[in-house]
Structures are given as structure tokens and as C-alpha cells.
């Protein structure tokens, strides 16, 4: 909460990339995700009126992998010979 208080939440439409602040819905293995990338709180959950969003930052795998990228744009996270996909639903 504190972390909220702190940053400047800005507007994302769907033309826009992935930066802090924004909130990307993505597909990973057949399931859907609401992710939340900010600065601090990397791996706290938390619910908005039903929803789940896991808080990732940008100094994590996935936040790195999202940073810059777009609705329709596929994030690749290399982790040795393990590769996995996130398909990005929509950014807002």
C-alpha cells in the first residue's frame, strides 16, 4: 500500500507498451493472469473486486521480459534450458 502512495500510476490504452504502473492480463500454459509491475512488492497478491493480480517488478524474469513490449506481443523467459511463453492478453 505504502508503494501505491509513492508512484505515479499513469493511464495505459491498448497501443501502449509495457511499463511501470501498467496492468497486463496474460496466458501462460492455457491460463490467464493479471499482473501489476511496480517498483517494490514483487511476488504479493492481492484482489480487486474479484480479480487476482499477482505485483511483479521490473528487476524480476517477467517483469523484464514485459517491459516495452505490447498487447498481441509474446514475452520469452529464458531460465537455462527452460523456455517459457506469456502472451500478452491486453495492457491497461
Given at each position: 500500500?505504502?508503494?501505491?502512495?509513492?508512484?505515479?500510476?499513469?493511464?495505459?490504452?491498448?497501443?501502449?507498451?509495457?511499463?511501470?504502473?501498467?496492468?497486463?492480463?496474460?496466458?501462460?500454459?492455457?491460463?490467464?493472469?493479471?499482473?501489476?509491475?511496480?517498483?517494490?512488492?514483487g511476488g504479493t497478491a492481492?484482489?480487486?473486486?474479484?480479480?487476482?493480480?499477482?505485483?511483479?517488478?521490473?528487476?524480476?524474469?517477467?517483469?523484464?521480459?514485459?517491459?516495452?513490449?505490447?498487447?498481441?506481443?509474446?514475452?520469452?523467459?529464458?531460465?537455462?534450458?527452460?523456455?517459457?511463453?506469456?502472451?500478452?492478453?491486453?495492457?491497461?
Amino acid at each position: 500500500l505504502v508503494t501505491l502512495k509513492l508512484v505515479n500510476v499513469r493511464e495505459f490504452k491498448s497501443d501502449s507498451a509495457i511499463a511501470m504502473t501498467a496492468l497486463v492480463e496474460v496466458e501462460f500454459n492455457g491460463k490467464k493472469s493479471v499482473l501489476f509491475v511496480l517498483p517494490k512488492g514483487g511476488g504479493t497478491a492481492t484482489q480487486f473486486n474479484g480479480q487476482a493480480i499477482q505485483i511483479i517488478s521490473p528487476s524480476s524474469l517477467l517483469g523484464e521480459a514485459l517491459l516495452g513490449l505490447y498487447e498481441g506481443d509474446t514475452a520469452t523467459l529464458e531460465n537455462g534450458d527452460q523456455v517459457k511463453e506469456y502472451e500478452i492478453l491486453r495492457v491497461f
